[in-house]
């Protein structure tokens, strides 16, 4: 599959674009780091990969509403009102493709490259699905296992009924395959994107892939649980993913303003077609099946690789919950669910979580603690909660928690699609530093290799950004799996959304001191030591 594209540790950027606008990729040589390097002394304490945002994604599902994505093109003068809009994206259809590259990726590092410890494990920081399906979950938790993957879910090539499909024709939507009518769409018209013949049928091969030698474990993201991220799933909606009737459009009393309902970041939030609403016939699919944190746990239990549950227990499948604690090298990982099941895609945590938190790190306080969430700081102000639910817990309230805690070390997160650095100061000088790394589906498609390490009253958080094994010139006549990865890095990169200096693509990648860089912190447990 790798046909000796070794460009993990490599720079990866744009060619000079064409005329409208599209940019190839070339290599270039690999970044260094920020920062001084740990001593010859120093203790490591572990070694994790760090990935996040999958969004293993069943594209042909009726429940997702691509239609209102259209309203964030660069001409749509609804844009600066509803703001970015994310349910559609011309590549989602190569995601398992993507996963399958970047788990070869990551079977190849044995070592993290400066403190040459072995991998104690990856760590995926949620949204490791898009739609809060069982069968996207039942493709992730494969790939990993190293079952094999039908994107398809066993349907013909006449059933496809995706966002492209030559049944239900739109000029919004990247249409890949030549068109008999000769038509054509914007994304290839105006802004420069490839006429790739065999796509489709390439995307929905079943393929199976060798699964991660590393133990891995699972956090709970806002995709993870709710539809398209924002929306709480109920019994109307399970019966939209499993029906066969997919929404195409506003209903004829509609405007484009009832879309804000739609995507809120603060819940509630809601579907909103109506029966007006004009529809496309699909083949029904009970696998389609919404998730629900107990159920994402029970699944991640059944699941074939090490270690059992992937942090999960069977207290999280009793309890309906999603947070843990897990032993990851010389560490504590504290995995959180920040996701508010109520609705709205920004997160919250509950009272409970909180209380389990502050229980959790008395348990550890003398152990170095790794807090890992979907969600980032900044990002969980979701407080939405209706009449008689527990109060919901935000951003600032958990940072002063964790802050009054000695042993909290780090906190990596993802949710923004980005590589960025968070410094976190509280009182007396206290600095919690946040993680956030880069998605797999979006530009850059990164992940990193995170090493710890303890030097006397110093500790040292290494970061070395990786890119998976997606060939950068990929055969788009070939289209085996690291030509799909490739065209899908391609694709991101020129996001039609993002051409503009405010919604720049680029902003995704961070700095070099967002990417590799080395952190020194005060060893606060050192007295406790020695």
Same mark, same amino acid.
Request: overall charge negative; some cysteine.
């Given at each position: 599959?790798?046909?000796?594209?070794?460009?993990?540790?490599?720079?990866?950027?744009? @060619?000079?674009?064409?005329?409208?606008? &599209?940019?190839?990729?070339?290599? %270039?040589?690999?970044?260094?780091?920020?920062?001084?390097?740990?001593?010859?002394?120093?203790?490591?304490?572990?070694?994790?990969?760090?990935?996040?945002?999958? /969004?293993?994604?069943?594209?042909?599902?009726?429940?997702?509403?691509?239609?209102?994505?259209?309203?964030?093109?660069?001409?749509?003068?609804?844009?600066?009102?509803?703001?970015?809009?994310?349910?559609?994206? $011309?590549?989602?259809?190569?995601?398992?493709?993507?996963?399958?590259?970047?788990?070869?990726?990551?079977?190849?590092?044995?070592?993290? $490259?400066?403190?040459?410890?072995?991998?104690?494990?990856?760590?995926?920081?949620?949204?490791? %699905? *898009?739609?809060? =399906?069982?069968? #996207?979950?039942?493709?992730?938790?494969?790939?990993?296992?190293?079952?094999?993957?039908?994107?398809?879910?066993?349907?013909?090539?006449?059933?496809?009924?995706? !966002? *492209?499909?030559?049944?239900?024709?739109?000029?919004?939507?990247?249409?890949?395959?030549?068109?008999?009518?000769?038509?054509?769409?914007?994304?290839?018209?105006? &802004?420069?994107?490839?006429?790739?013949?065999?796509?489709?049928?390439?995307?929905?091969?079943?393929?199976?892939?060798?699964?991660?030698? /590393?133990?891995?474990?699972?956090?709970?993201?806002?995709?993870?649980?709710?539809?398209?991220?924002?929306?709480? $799933?109920?019994?109307?909606?399970?019966?939209?993913?499993?029906?066969?009737?997919?929404?195409?459009?506003?209903?004829?009393?509609?405007?484009?303003?009832?879309?804000?309902?739609?995507?809120?970041?603060?819940?509630?939030?809601?579907?909103?077609?109506?029966?007006? !609403?004009?529809?496309?016939?699909?083949?029904?699919?009970?696998?389609?099946?919404?998730?629900?944190?107990?159920? &994402?746990?029970?699944?991640?239990?059944?699941?074939?690789?090490?270690?059992?549950?992937?942090?999960?227990?069977?207290?999280?499948?009793?309890?309906?919950?999603?947070?843990?604690?897990?032993?990851?090298?010389?560490?504590?990982?504290?995995?959180?669910? %920040?996701?508010?099941?109520?609705?709205?895609?920004?997160?919250?945590?509950?009272?409970?979580?909180?209380?389990?938190? #502050?229980?959790?790190?008395?348990?550890?306080?003398?152990?170095?603690?790794?807090?890992?969430?979907?969600?980032? !700081?900044?990002?969980?102000?979701? @407080?939405?909660?209706?009449?008689?639910?527990?109060?919901?817990?935000?951003? $600032? #309230?958990?940072?002063?928690?964790?802050?009054?805690?000695?042993?909290?070390?780090?906190?990596?997160?993802?949710?923004? /699609?980005?590589?960025?650095?968070?410094?976190?100061?509280?009182?007396?000088?206290?600095?919690?530093? #946040?993680?956030?790394?880069?998605?797999?589906?979006?530009?850059? =498609?990164?992940?990193?290799?995170?090493?710890?390490?303890?030097?006397?009253?110093?500790?040292?958080?290494?970061?070395?950004?990786?890119?998976?094994?997606?060939?950068?010139?990929?055969?788009?006549?070939?289209? @085996?799996?690291?030509?799909?990865?490739?065209?899908?890095?391609?694709?991101?990169?020129? *996001?039609?959304?993002?051409?503009?200096?405010?919604? !720049?693509?680029?902003?995704?990648?961070?700095?070099?001191?967002?990417?590799?860089?080395?952190?020194?912190?005060?060893?606060?447990?050192?007295?406790?030591?020695?």
């Amino acid at each position: 599959m790798n046909h000796s594209n070794l460009t993990t540790e490599a720079t990866i950027g744009p @060619d000079a674009p064409n005329e409208l606008g &599209f940019s190839a990729l070339k290599v %270039t040589a690999a970044e260094g780091y920020v920062g001084d390097r740990p001593g010859l002394n120093a203790k490591t304490l572990a070694t994790i990969l760090h990935s996040s945002d999958w /969004h293993i994604c069943d594209a042909e599902s009726p429940a997702r509403q691509e239609y209102l994505d259209r309203y964030f093109d660069p001409e749509s003068a609804y844009r600066a009102i509803l703001g970015y809009v994310g349910t559609y994206r $011309p590549w989602e259809i190569l995601t398992t493709q993507v996963a399958a590259a970047f788990i070869q990726t990551l079977n190849r590092i044995e070592v993290g $490259p400066i403190s040459k410890r072995p991998v104690d494990a990856l760590v995926i920081t949620g949204d490791v %699905t *898009d739609n809060g =399906q069982l069968n #996207e979950l039942e493709w992730y938790l494969n790939l990993l296992d190293g079952q094999e993957v039908d994107p398809s879910g066993g349907r013909s090539k006449s059933d496809w009924v995706g !966002s *492209d499909s030559d049944s239900e024709w739109d000029e919004r939507y990247w249409h890949p395959e030549s068109d008999e009518a000769g038509r054509v769409d914007l994304p290839t018209g105006h &802004f420069g994107y490839p006429n790739v013949p065999g796509l489709i049928c390439a995307a929905r091969k079943p393929f199976k892939t060798t699964g991660l030698q /590393h133990p891995w474990l699972s956090v709970h993201g806002n995709h993870d649980a709710l539809l398209q991220g924002t929306v709480a $799933p109920d019994t109307e909606l399970n019966e939209l993913a499993t029906g066969s009737k997919r929404i195409v459009g506003l209903a004829p009393e509609q405007t484009p303003l009832d879309v804000i309902e739609a995507i809120p970041t603060i819940g509630p939030a809601r579907y909103i077609h109506t029966a007006d !609403s004009p529809t496309q016939e699909v083949t029904p699919d009970a696998a389609r099946r919404l998730s629900s944190p107990g159920k &994402f746990a029970e699944l991640h239990l059944d699941s074939k690789s090490k270690p059992i549950g992937h942090g999960f227990t069977s207290k999280n499948v009793k309890d309906g919950t999603a947070y843990y604690s897990y032993e990851v090298g010389e560490l504590i990982l504290v995995a959180l669910d %920040t996701v508010n099941h109520h609705g709205g895609f920004e997160g919250s945590i509950s009272q409970s979580q909180l209380q389990w938190l #502050e229980s959790t790190l008395v348990k550890f306080s003398d152990r170095h603690v790794v807090i890992a969430s979907h969600h980032p !700081s900044p990002a969980i102000i979701n @407080d939405y909660c209706p009449n008689g639910a527990e109060r919901r817990v935000l951003g $600032p #309230e958990i940072l002063a928690k964790l802050m009054s805690h000695k042993n909290v070390l780090v906190w990596i997160n993802g949710h923004e /699609h980005e590589n960025q650095i968070i410094l976190n100061v509280g009182l007396e000088g206290r600095v919690l530093p #946040e993680i956030n790394t880069a998605s797999i589906i979006d530009w850059p =498609q990164q992940a990193r290799i995170l090493e710890f390490a303890m030097d006397g009253e110093t500790a040292y958080i290494t970061s070395t950004v990786i890119n998976h094994d997606g060939l950068v010139h990929p055969d788009l006549e070939r289209l @085996d799996l690291a030509d799909m990865a490739g065209l899908s890095r391609i694709l991101a990169f020129n *996001d039609y959304q993002r051409r503009d200096p405010l919604t !720049s693509i680029h902003r995704k990648e961070g700095s070099i001191a967002d990417r590799n860089f080395v952190l020194r912190l005060p060893n606060l447990l050192y007295s406790a030591d020695q």
